[in-house]
């Protein structure tokens, strides 16, 4: 019998009675859906907590409104939820994608992901999608019954956005849609359109609130200065903080209401009935064309001005040099490590791995702390 929670749902919705389930079984809970578990068990996991103190683009010392991945993962899953209820999907499992999406994060956002998978390049490389997967699956330790969490297949699944065919091939069932190139639930290709959505407005917001982007320079971005010009109409004389979050609120629905409606029409002609035509059909969830141009136009506009920023580029220089050392003094030096992190033997390729997951659960300060104890000669 379908669970209540889930009666309500689009036919293609991913539901846990159509779900390859978890790998460990588990007798079903009482009160809750099943996604609802999984979105719980993220909540309380040790990696979700760590969020509060890593890097989105500004390190959290920098300034105390600035975005971390925590707030950005709760931003992602509450543009997500608005979406998914608006298309009839599932509501728990794309909050559960969303809060689980950056939890394999390295400190120092990209740039650390960048320079740890450079240090690993002779040991299978290090992709943080996959690193969120290998936290759910075994990274956290708090069950009696099985290293990770034990989440339902699509959980798994959305939190594996992206991956090389080479680790595809190692992963079993989670792998298998990119050795097919099939697509993964309505739901993961949601969170991931309101990840972008997300950044995409918070980095507009906090690049003008640490001064490193100007008003006028964003007003050459076309979806920028069209609601920027509608809440000036609507409110003559706005200025200040009130006009940005009167224009990036604006942009977000203006975003989220064109996803709405382009992937409704994808759904639609289609024809999709089932999670398998979902599986089989081509990418459903989308903006329309004009919209997706101008979400690149803003993209390649924060790349150049934001990320690329010289006062980022001295961040993202400071972070490849403290993440690179860690590793290559762990690397060279495994009894440097803490215990749980050090192997019997000498496999160095399983060492390494054990180096990276120790670096990737690092908080900004904790690694900046760490560089600190290992290499300030005034520090014991
Ligand atoms: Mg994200």
Not at 37 to 54: C, G, P, Q
Not at 350 to 362: L, S
């Amino acid at each position: 019998m379908m669970p209540e929670f889930e009666a309500h749902l689009a036919p293609y919705a991913a539901l846990a009675t159509t779900s390859p389930g978890r790998q460990f079984a588990e007798l079903t809970p009482p009160t809750r859906s099943e996604f609802q578990r999984d979105r719980d068990r993220i909540i309380h996991s040790t990696a979700f907590r760590r969020l509060e103190y890593k890097t989105q683009v500004f390190v959290n010392h920098e300034g105390d409104l600035f975005r971390t991945r925590l707030t950005h993962s709760i931003e992602v899953a509450q543009i997500a939820r608005s979406l998914t209820r608006n298309l009839r999907l599932n509501e728990d499992l794309v909050e559960a994608i969303s809060l689980a999406h950056d939890l394999g994060h390295t400190p120092f956002g990209h740039a650390g992901q960048d320079a740890l998978n450079a240090c690993m390049k002779d040991y299978g490389g290090f992709e943080h999608n996959l690193q969120s997967l290998r936290v759910v699956d075994s990274l956290e330790q708090r069950y009696g019954a099985f290293d990770g969490l034990n989440l339902m297949f699509e959980t798994r699944e959305g939190v594996l956005k992206h991956c090389s065919l080479t680790n595809a091939q190692q992963l079993g069932d989670v792998g298998r849609r990119f050795i097919e190139r099939k697509q993964p639930t309505l739901e993961a290709q949601l969170a991931n359109l309101a990840d972008e959505i997300a950044y995409n407005n918070h980095d507009i917001d906090d690049g003008l609130r640490s001064g490193l982007l100007t008003t006028d320079q964003l007003n050459e971005v076309t979806l920028y200065a069209r609601y920027r010009h509608e809440a000036e109409s609507q409110f003559p004389g706005i200025s200040g903080r009130r006009a940005i979050n009167e224009t990036v609120r604006r942009m977000i629905n203006a975003l989220v209401d064109d996803l709405i409606q382009q992937s409704r029409a994808n759904i639609r002609h289609a024809e999709i009935k089932t999670i398998e035509d979902v599986r089989n059909a081509p990418p459903l969830i989308a903006f329309s064309e004009n919209m997706k141009k101008e979400a690149q136009e803003l993209k390649r506009f924060l790349r150049t001005n934001l990320y690329h920023h010289y006062q980022v580029n001295r961040m993202t220089s400071k972070a490849r040099r403290i993440v690179t050392d860690l590793f290559d003094i762990f690397i060279s030096g495994p009894e440097l490590l803490p215990l749980d992190y050090q192997i019997a033997g000498d496999d160095r390729t399983a060492q390494a791995r054990k180096v990276a997951d120790y670096i990737a659960g690092m908080t900004d300060r904790y690694a900046m702390r760490e560089y600190r104890r290992l290499f300030a000669v005034d520090e014991i």
